[in-house]
T-cell receptor, first 115, second 110 residues
Framework: GAVVSQHPSRVICKSGTSVKIECRSLDFQATTMFWYRQFPKQSLMLMATSNEGSKATYEQGVEKDKFLINHASLTLSTLTVTSAHPEDSSFYIC???????????FGPGTRLTVT | QKEVEQDPGPLSVPEGAIVSLNCTYSNSAFQYFMWYRQYSRKGPELLMYTYSSGNKEDGRFTAQVDKSSKYISLFIRDSQPSDSATYLCAICSNDYKLSFGAGTTVTVRA
């Protein structure tokens, strides 16, 4: 139980294009999901909190117009990186809040490379 | 000062040894404590979570929390090469956000 999937697992795009990443909770409903990014040999950095049916809450320094988050259902949240640039290249990981109320289950991550 | 401090290692042990990992934290408001394992280029996998002081055991893994000292530990008994990974402590406060340690890279030598 408590499986979270992400799609795609890897994506390469050209500078200036937009990329959408999907995060799904497969066997449980998640009213809250989180988006992180991770640079090599570093820990996870929280970007935003996604709540089903409401606007996402972004961490300080994260541009909400660049990283669009939509949490349209209890099992799906999407992150769209708009007008991507090489500095946006990173490992993006989502998580879903579990039924106990505080544990987070992570997806396998999406490696984004912007050329 | 970071909210959660964790020695990044690396830590190298022979197969069968006990792996000892620990973190300290500064915010007394933290209530829930988790350990994640992350293999290279994969998402973190939840190993254990607890919310009270004391020990919690699951197979070869034991999580220990001392709220009075703001200190948490993870012990891995009879370590295997497949345990080689980065281990992250994570602590949750009332707003459900996780504060992560830097992660400790562990290598278990066959």
């Amino acid at each position: 139980g408590a499986v979270v999937s992400q799609h795609p697992s890897r994506v390469i795009c050209k500078s200036g294009t937009s990329v959408k990443i999907e995060c799904r909770s497969l066997d449980f409903q998640a009213t809250t999901m989180f988006w992180y990014r991770q640079f090599p040999k570093q820990s996870l950095m929280l970007m935003a909190t996604s709540n089903e049916g409401s606007k996402a809450t972004y961490e300080q320094g994260v541009e909400k117009d660049k990283f669009l988050i939509n949490h349209a259902s209890l099992t799906l949240s999407t992150l769209t990186v708009t007008s991507a640039h090489p500095e946006d290249s990173s490992f993006y990981i989502c998580s879903a809040l579990g039924t106990a109320g505080y544990e987070q289950y992570f997806g396998p991550g999406t490696r984004l490379t912007v050329t | 000062q970071k909210e959660v401090e964790q020695d990044p290692g690396p830590l190298s042990v022979p197969e069968g040894a006990i792996v000892s990992l620990n973190c300290t934290y500064s915010n007394s408001a933290f209530q829930y404590f988790m350990w994640y394992r992350q293999y290279s280029r994969k998402g973190p996998e939840l190993l254990m979570y607890t919310y009270s002081s004391g020990n919690k055991e699951d197979g070869r893994f034991t999580a220990q929390v001392d709220k009075s000292s703001k200190y948490i530990s993870l012990f891995i008994r009879d370590s295997q090469p497949s345990d080689s990974a980065t281990y992250l402590c994570a602590i949750c406060s009332n707003d459900y956000k996780l504060s992560f340690g830097a992660g400790t890279t562990v290598t278990v030598r066959a």
